[in-house]
């Protein structure tokens, strides 16, 4: 966000002219505006890095999760390499379950 950083510049170089006109007038509220305006070119540029990092970690993501592979178990077939899926019944899952559970006890 090139934007930002150009606002961040703009707000320092606004800041700097203000010291010079307290300076000059000898008017402590050109301090004050300097002040407030080199804090703004410091959050603006926060905000530039924050975005960038923020950009840069969801590049990352997704590169790793940039075309999910279709497995088996959605499409239910059997890819080449593995053995075809056997669909269970209800009772056959809870009698599993029963015998598992025997086995722990």
């Known amino acids: ?3 930002l950083t150009w606002i961040a510049y703009i707000c320092w170089g ?3 002219i203000g010291v010079v006109l ?8 050109f301090l ?3 002040g ?3 804090i703004s070119g410091v959050l603006f540029s926060a905000f530039e ?3 960038t990092l923020l950009t840069e970690i969801r590049g990352a993501l997704v590169e790793a999760t940039e075309a999910p592979k279709q497995t088996p178990i959605e499409t239910n077939e059997a890819a080449p390499d593995e053995t075809p899926l056997v669909t269970r019944t209800v009772e056959e899952i809870s009698a599993d379950l029963k015998r598992l559970k025997e086995k722990t006890h």
Do not use: F, Q
């Open 49 to 51: 890095r924050v975005i």
């Open 36 to 38: 407030s305006l080199a």
């Open 32 to 34: 004050v505006l300097a």
């Open 22 to 29: 307290a300076i000059g007038d000898e008017n402590p509220i």
């Open 1 to 3: 966000m090139k934007a």
């Open 14 to 16: 606004l800041a700097a």
